[in-house]
């Protein structure tokens, strides 16, 4: 696999193209963005936050980070790669959005699943800027003869206002995230696919069960083909993951939304746990803009 970062940045606050210089990516307008320390760029300016520090917290990263890393959603990131990687031919460059990249697993697997000589452009975006550091910071440590360069470029920045140019994507993931179809569909090149998973009806069901009193009636019915999209292909991930010891299980709710929806009560009950065996259940739907 031969990877260059990805370039075709665009500024948050006017649109215009970013280019990179000196350190920091600039928009002819001069708006400025400085490259951390850690490799990645905060482009979500202060006036579009909706609080002084949104996303994952930074024990929710690590937490995701260790649960992912022990290859408990492997066969997740199996199943993504096999269908962003269909019909990619020898030698076809590829550029490819993770919008909401956590500590980027999953690009991180896409990458190693890629053919040798497919030419990759990577870029990790999240609205954390916790997760985006700790992706940027992995990145580094697994390529140590790259410190002055990353094989992705990792990004600071919102699926409301992704800052990256129109029809500059063939591929685009968005794991169990928050959707914003118009914006998806903008950065898209017609033709390219939107590779969406989605939590199954039995997705953790038997931590739900332990953690809420009752659990809510699942939605029933296909979902419906978003604007400028056609389905292509769906696929259904299902199995029974064992987790043995107490950190395992809460490192599993802490990366989920369930650790501040649970009450004081369901949290403990799930702290008490020494090993619980739960269901993963996903969907992995491939949407293709339309030409």
């Avoid at 990004?155 to 794991?175: E, H, I």
């Avoid at 009636?217 to 043995?244: C, W």
């Amino acid at each position: 696999m031969l990877s260059n970062a990805f370039q075709a940045l665009a500024c948050p606050l006017d649109g215009d193209p970013l280019t990179q210089a000196e350190g920091a990516w600039c928009c002819p307008a001069g708006h400025s963005f400085d490259i951390a320390k850690q490799g990645y760029v905060n482009l979500l300016p202060v006036q579009k936050k909706r609080s002084n520090d949104p996303g994952d917290s930074k024990a929710m990263v690590a937490a995701r980070q260790r649960f992912l890393n022990a290859g408990y959603y492997q066969p997740i990131a199996e199943a993504l790669n096999h269908a962003a990687l269909s019909g990619v031919s020898e030698n076809m460059p590829l550029s490819c959005l993770d919008a909401g990249c956590g500590e980027g697993y999953y690009l991180r697997k896409l990458a190693q699943a890629a053919p040798d000589t497919a030419l990759l452009e990577l870029i990790g975006l999240d609205i954390s800027k916790w997760a985006v550091m700790a992706a940027a910071k992995q990145s580094r440590q697994q390529e140590p003869n790259r410190q002055q360069e990353q094989s992705a470029t990792w990004v600071v920045g919102s699926n409301a206002n992704l800052p990256v140019q129109a029809a500059s994507l063939d591929r685009l993931l968005c794991m169990f995230g928050f959707p914003v179809m118009s914006e998806f569909s903008r950065v898209l090149k017609p033709g390219g696919a939107l590779l969406q998973v989605e939590a199954g009806a039995n997705h953790l069901r038997e931590l739900r069960e332990i953690i809420y009193p009752t659990l809510k009636p699942e939605r029933s019915g296909e979902q419906a083909v978003p604007e400028g999209f056609a389905a292509q292909a769906s696929e259904t991930v299902s199995y029974s993951l064992t987790l043995n010891g107490k950190e395992a299980i809460a490192d599993l709710l802490a990366m989920t939304p369930h650790l501040y929806r649970a009450s004081a009560e369901g949290r403990e009950r799930a702290a008490a746990l020494k090993t619980l065996i739960v269901s993963v259940d996903v969907r992995v739907i491939k949407w293709i803009k339309n030409a």
